[in-house]
């Protein structure tokens, strides 16, 4: 069988992240707002990345194929990225609104209709790119149909407390966002089912053990709804509570970002020190490149290792992915090279 190189990239995801669908991922959003802190375990076979700072003013197209959805990026944003530049896994903008996501067996997408289409990483990118807020976040996804048999769903944080859910059940986008979302958190199941499930463990009749998506969400829900002590340092909270919902042997890196200052913190499987960085002194123009560093790079504040990533890099790093995935190694290297080629086909409009 011959696949077109688009269609047959997005068959690859799907494949590269089957094993880890079961128990993959869990997001906490701490709804302070005066320190809105949104903490992320992301969790697969494999760790390596790379952190990118993307720059603002790029015109960029879908690679989806029919009708991409078309955008300009407003914001500059500093992302996670293990599948190559602009399919991100998680990633915060320079506005503070941060995102993230997890696989969903549920999820189907909208219909075909008349808007254009998007991929479920670039999604990502493009709330990144588009949005400063969740209620702008929001109305910029509803502009978009996302086309893929990737089945994720989605947690949106801002930086004034705001949070979102957005799921697609049934063909349909649901979202739920302030009363609608009592419990700011989300792992596995449908945010339905989680609830339900925290709702038996408070009444005693189920227990939160162990590291399935219910006791997931229930842990780091009942860590979500606690009292925050003025005195404690809320990114140490939120760590803490990665920590209790992590996986041995599948959390790859724990991420927490700290809206109100514009920063993210994080280690990695691969290195348990914890590095920062943020957009702050950063050049964020298009007219010059996206940086990065490795994920596993460094300690502290890891802002002097920041470097510039091409296409070569962007091409090393999709290779290295699947070369360390053993299910995904022997695929062919033309499909993966058109796709790293394709970020540099965006056009700089500042």
């Known amino acids: 069988m011959v696949f077109?190189?688009?269609?047959?990239?997005?068959?690859?995801i799907v494949l590269a992240l089957l094993p880890a669908a079961a128990d993959a991922c869990t997001t906490i959003a701490f709804t302070d707002r005066t320190r809105p802190i949104l903490a992320y375990n992301f969790d697969f076979p494999i760790g390596q990345a790379v952190v990118l700072i993307n720059k603002k003013g790029l015109a960029k197209v879908s690679e989806t194929e029919g009708r991409p959805a078309r955008w300009r990026a407003?914001?500059?944003?500093?992302?996670?990225?293990?599948?190559?530049?602009?399919?991100?896994?998680?990633?915060?903008?320079e506005a503070g609104l941060a995102t993230s996501q997890m696989w969903l067996d549920e999820a189907r997408y909208e219909a075909s209709d008349d808007r254009p289409t998007i991929g479920v990483a670039e999604w990502m990118q493009y709330v990144l790119d588009t949005s400063a807020t969740v209620d702008e976040a929001l109305e910029a996804i509803a502009k978009v149909r996302i086309e893929s048999r990737i089945p994720l769903h989605y947690k949106l944080m801002d930086a004034q407390g705001h949070a979102a859910v957005v799921e697609?059940?049934?063909?349909k986008a649901e979202i739920r966002r302030d009363d609608g979302l009592p419990v700011a958190a989300l792992a596995n199941d449908t945010?339905?089912?989680s609830l339900d499930f925290m709702r038996q463990v408070q009444s005693g009749t189920a227990p939160a053990t162990g590291s399935s998506s219910l006791a997931r969400f229930t842990r780091a829900g009942l860590a979500q709804q606690s009292p925050r002590d003025p005195a404690d340092d809320p990114v140490a909270k939120a760590f803490a509570t990665l920590a209790d919902v992590a996986q041995s042997g599948r959390t790859q890196w724990s991420i927490v970002?700290?809206?109100?200052?514009?920063?993210?913190?994080?280690?990695?499987?691969?290195?348990?020190?914890?590095?920062?960085?943020?957009?702050?002194?950063?050049?964020?123009?298009?007219?010059?490149?996206?940086?990065?560093?490795?994920?596993?790079?460094?300690?502290?504040s890891v802002a002097a290792l920041f470097r510039p990533f091409s296409s070569a890099e962007n091409e090393k790093l999709i290779l290295a992915t699947?070369?360390?995935?053993?299910?995904?190694?022997?695929?062919?290297?033309a499909t993966l090279r058109h796709s790293a080629r394709w970020p540099a086909t965006a056009r700089c409009e500042m």
Request: charged share 20%; net charge negative; proline share 7%.
């Open 191 to 193: 945010y339905a089912r």
């Open 4 to 12: 077109s190189p688009m269609p047959r990239f997005l068959l690859l």
């Open 322 to 333: 699947f070369r360390a995935t053993p299910f995904l190694a022997h695929i062919d290297e």
């Open 257 to 300: 970002y700290d809206l109100a200052q514009r920063t993210v913190h994080w280690h990695t499987r691969g290195n348990a020190l914890i590095r920062s960085a943020g957009l702050a002194g950063v050049e964020t123009s298009c007219a010059a490149p996206p940086l990065f560093v490795d994920i596993d790079e460094g300690e502290g």
């Open 74 to 93: 407003r914001y500059a944003s500093i992302t996670f990225n293990m599948f190559g530049r602009d399919s991100p896994m998680t990633g915060m903008n």
């Open 168 to 171: 697609y059940l049934d063909g």
